[in-house]
T-cell receptor, first 114, second 116 residues
Framework: DAGVIQSPRHEVTEMGQEVTLRCKPISGHNSLFWYRQTMMRGLELLIYFNNNVPIDDSGMPEDRFSAKMPNASFSTLKIQPSEPRDSAVYFC????????????FGPGTRLLVL | AQTVTQSQPEMSVQEAETVTLSCTYDTSESDYYLFWYKQPPSRQMILVIRQEAYKQQNATENRFSVNFQKAAKSFSLKISDSQLGDAAMYFCAYRNSGGGADGLTFGKGTHLIIQP
């Protein structure tokens, strides 16, 4: 079975541009998480969904960040407009809440905003 | 809010030796999960081992085992017979139990170096 799939794997963009990160969770999983990893702040939770519904977005840095999960097999994280301080590795993870609580991570998207 | 502390930014061990990575956490909950994830240079986050707080028995996975001390809020990872492939960042993580999903709270990580 395929693991969590993220695209793109690398993204280089200029300040002010819109960035869209994509995630396909493991088939059958009902919870999806977006994390960000930076040297300064480590790994931090941005937002998570349960059954496609956003449950907690308190980790989203500011209004420039938005996330959607239109169906059980797809989620996006959008940054508009992007800033250099958004440069980080963004991870998507999924789990089967209530059954098997382990979160399985995708390979991450390395974002560089110039 | 829960916090996770890894007090060892870096550890070094000789190949085939045993090393223990420390992790402490703070929570007011009685039921929760604890995890160790490995992050090699590829950046992929790989689950190493997990522990349910209600289980008194320490989890083991082949060469990896934990020492879970609930009263002390301590969750250390022991790697036996260290191998070159074990070199990576290791992150301790916590999540609440209960219905539905909940996000992970991570420590800052320990960089493990394996000396050949």
């Amino acid at each position: 079975d395929a693991g969590v799939i993220q695209s793109p794997r690398h993204e280089v963009t200029e300040m002010g541009q819109e960035v869209t990160l994509r995630c396909k969770p493991i088939s059958g999983h009902n919870s999806l998480f977006w994390y960000r990893q930076t040297m300064m702040r480590g790994l931090e939770l941005l937002i998570y969904f349960n059954n496609n519904v956003p449950i907690d977005d308190s980790g989203m840095p500011e209004d420039r960040f938005s996330a959607k999960m239109p169906n059980a097999s797809f989620s996006t994280l959008k940054i508009q407009p992007s800033e250099p301080r958004d440069s980080a590795v963004y991870f998507c993870a999924s789990s089967l809440a209530g059954v098997e609580e382990t979160q399985y991570f995708g390979p991450g998207t390395r974002l560089l905003v110039l | 809010a829960q916090t996770v502390t890894q007090s060892q930014p870096e550890m070094s061990v000789q190949e085939a030796e045993t090393v223990t990575l420390s992790c402490t956490y703070d929570t007011s909950e009685s039921d929760y999960y604890l995890f160790w994830y490995k992050q090699p240079p590829s950046r992929q986050m790989i689950l190493v081992i997990r522990q349910e707080a209600y289980k008194q028995q320490n989890a083991t996975e082949n060469r990896f085992s934990v020492n879970f001390q609930k009263a002390a809020k301590s969750f250390s990872l022991k790697i036996s017979d260290s191998q070159l492939g074990d070199a990576a960042m290791y992150f301790c993580a916590y999540r609440n139990s209960g219905g539905g999903a909940d996000g992970l709270t991570f420590g800052k990580g320990t960089h493990l170096i394996i000396q050949p």
